[in-house]
């Protein structure tokens, strides 16, 4: 007789055999969900569908529009992906997983595409999608892992396990081709029906799919021409560098010539802030205003402070202005669907006041400032200004680009900057690593250092957060005059030295204990790099400390 065991699903107690798989379970409750159920949290901690529950629990489980069930949908379309490639097209053909792209992901391919080729490649992932082939999970000896990489010419991930101590390791397996990935997988294809493809060049697609953020549908692909250049520019860069990869990285780490990288992508970023600032030099005559806006933790108040340095340089004079001051006060603040106050909305802004008084800046009358005091929540007026004939406005803020500010200023007057911290390097090439990833752990070190909140509270804020920029920051994008990228190549092992021992403060218990081990397990992969040669007026001082900005 088959002993059962209670589980508790939607605070209901439910009776299942004892052993039974979560994918077992899950099928009572798929009718509650519009998208196939691909992972599980039991307690705090995720657990993939094979998982069998031999002990009383309480679990929920979770799609596509989850963050957590995004990764797994992701990964296995990857994998699908790469076996359709093969498939097609023979056992050299591969995909190189690039970067996020309008709410999508861009993938190069090492042979040439066609709108006809990216049907093909559709037509397959569909094909083996209603196959529903299993995707096994296997522990492997990590030595024999490597060799196998190896015999394959995948030297990347062949080199990524080499900085793994453990004696076994996870791969997967679809078909007869097996890969690594860094995170949880789905276990079978036929969850995977939820995607689309969009041909963008020769060389490269945009693999769409539901969000997080946009649940309902899969979003028509928009192409960013700015964003996409960009990230293009510096992606040649690093491959110029040899750095395309964590493994490249940890080997100049390793030989200890870290130094001289730091040296070197500190000059590219200040030379694009130099091009910048010469670009509004030359349309002095005409610019007025420059607009700095970009999600949490691009580096805005460097960026902006050292392109106002530049501008000086030049012989321009600059009155600075941070849109936080303009917040309405705390009692008028609107309320998001949560019912907390909502910073990130343009709607908190006091408009009328921000829009009234760069009109009087620019026409040379004499303004009051304020300076919002975040404690009290209510702005303090205390700096009365007037701009001098050659002076120029640099204001930078979340919603700095927004269409909807400054509508009474000519558009000739305004010059606008995106700034975002694109990451020029792969875990491997097919993982990626998430700019939003690296903004988050920039934020976490900042809000820890200077406001003395635990790594909770930020992880906490953060899905608010991103609600916030996909609503309010990166519509607007395409509107900047220029887009600068604010990451550095080698950040993320400095940011490994300051941010790991904080992550390690969640306790098991905590909601926010599996999201702080997943960026643990992903800090591994980088060795750790001292900040001792970052220059005080690096965008990484601002985050970890000793910037030569700070007030």
Request: aromatic fraction near 12%; proline fraction near 4%.
């Amino acid at each position: 007789m088959n002993e059962n065991i209670n589980i508790i699903i939607n605070n209901k107690d439910y009776q299942f055999p004892k052993g039974i798989s979560l994918e077992e379970i899950a099928k009572n409750f798929q009718s509650d969900f519009n998208y196939p159920i691909v992972l599980a949290r039991i307690g705090t901690i995720l657990k993939e569908l094979n998982t069998p529950i031999n002990k009383p629990c309480k679990m929920e489980f979770l799609d596509l529009t989850s963050r957590e069930g995004s990764r797994v949908h992701i990964s296995g379309l990857t994998f699908i992906i790469i076996y359709a490639v093969k498939s097609l097209y023979g056992p050299n053909a591969n995909i190189y997983v690039q970067h996020s792209l309008d709410k999508g992901i861009y993938i190069e391919t090492n042979f040439e595409l066609t709108e006809d080729k990216i049907n093909q490649i559709k037509n397959q992932m569909n094909k083996i999608v209603e196959s529903d082939m299993p995707i096994k999970r296997l522990t492997i000896d990590r030595i024999e892992a490597i060799k196998y990489f190896e015999s394959i010419k995948d030297y990347a991930k062949a080199g990524i396990l080499q900085y793994n101590t453990n004696t076994y390791i996870t791969l997967y397996k679809l078909g007869n081709y097996y890969n690594y990935f860094y995170n949880m997988m789905p276990t079978s294809t036929k969850m995977l029906k939820s995607f689309d493809l969009s041909y963008v060049n020769k060389n490269g697609f945009v693999l769409r799919f539901p969000t997080a953020y946009i649940k309902d549908h899969i979003k028509e692909y928009q192409h960013h021409p700015h964003m996409f250049e960009v990230f293009q520019e510096y992606r040649n860069w690093a491959k110029i560098m040899q750095i395309e990869t964590t493994v490249d990285l940890n080997k100049i780490v390793s030989s200890g010539k870290i130094n001289d990288l730091i040296r070197i992508d500190e000059t590219l970023q200040s030379n694009k802030l130099l091009e910048v600032a010469r670009k509004i030099y030359e349309d002095k005559d005409n610019i007025k205003v420059i607009l700095m806006a970009g999600p949490s933790s691009s580096g805005k108040t460097t960026s902006s402070k050292k392109l106002s340095m530049y501008l000086r340089s030049f012989g321009l004079k600059i009155r600075p202005i941070s849109m936080d001051d303009y917040f309405l006060e705390k009692a008028e603040t609107p309320l998001g669907e949560d019912g907390k106050p909502d910073y990130e909305s343009l709607a908190a802004m006091d408009l009328k006041l921000f829009d009234d008084q760069i009109e009087k800046l620019l026409n040379h009358e004499e303004v009051t400032l304020p300076t919002y005091n975040f404690i009290l929540g209510m702005k303090e007026f205390k700096e009365t200004v007037k701009l001098d004939q050659n002076e120029l406005l640099v204001i930078e803020g979340i919603h700095a680009l927004d269409s909807n500010i400054l509508t009474n200023i000519s558009r000739k007057h305004k010059y606008k900057i995106y700034l975002s911290a694109l990451t020029e390097i792969n875990i491997d090439y097919h993982n990626r690593i998430s700019t939003s990833d690296n903004r988050l752990l920039r934020r976490i070190i900042r809000d820890n250092r200077t406001r003395g909140y635990d790594v909770t509270k930020t992880l906490e804020s953060w899905a608010s957060v991103r609600v916030g920029e996909e609503k309010y920051i990166f519509p607007y994008q395409d509107d900047a005059d220029f887009t600068f990228n604010t990451g550095l190549i080698y950040e993320i092992g400095v940011l490994k030295t300051y941010v790991e021992p904080l992550l390690y403060s969640v306790d098991e218990d905590s909601p926010y204990y599996e999201e702080a081990k997943r960026l643990i397990d992903f800090l591994r992969l980088f060795l750790p790099i001292p900040s001792d040669a970052i220059p005080s007026d690096s965008i990484i001082r601002e985050f970890i400390g000793n910037s030569c900005f700070s007030e």
